[in-house]
């Protein structure tokens, strides 16, 4: 597997987490809301499922910039 390949794997796993955690985010802060709480997502509050989605998704936004960065190369040598 080249390096792009990896790379590109990577910003598309980090994606998809990031979306899974916004909607568990959701989720736990729905049900604290309705007085409930979902055992499994007790250990972080909503709150903490959002900076972890944001985070991810500055990864995902720097290697996406990388991945420009380099098609401009390749364009203009």
Same mark, same amino acid.
């Given at each position: 597997?080249?390096?792009? +390949?990896?790379? $590109? &794997? &990577? $910003?598309?796993?980090? %994606? %998809?987490?990031? %979306? &899974? =955690?916004?909607?568990?985010?959701? !989720? @736990?802060?729905?049900? #604290?809301?309705?007085?409930?709480?979902?055992?499994? =997502?007790?250990?972080? $509050?909503?709150?903490?499922? =959002?900076?972890?989605?944001? #985070?991810? =998704?500055?990864? &995902?936004?720097? !290697? @996406?910039?990388?991945?420009?960065?380099?098609?401009? +190369? +390749?364009?203009?040598?």
């Amino acid at each position: 597997m080249t390096c792009e +390949k990896m790379i $590109s &794997v &990577v $910003s598309r796993l980090f %994606f %998809f987490a990031a %979306f &899974v =955690l916004l909607g568990l985010g959701i !989720i @736990q802060r729905i049900a #604290i809301g309705a007085g409930y709480t979902i055992m499994l =997502l007790d250990r972080f $509050s909503a709150g903490r499922f =959002l900076e972890i989605a944001a #985070i991810l =998704l500055v990864f &995902v936004i720097a !290697i @996406q910039i990388r991945e420009i960065r380099q098609e401009f +190369k +390749k364009r203009n040598p």
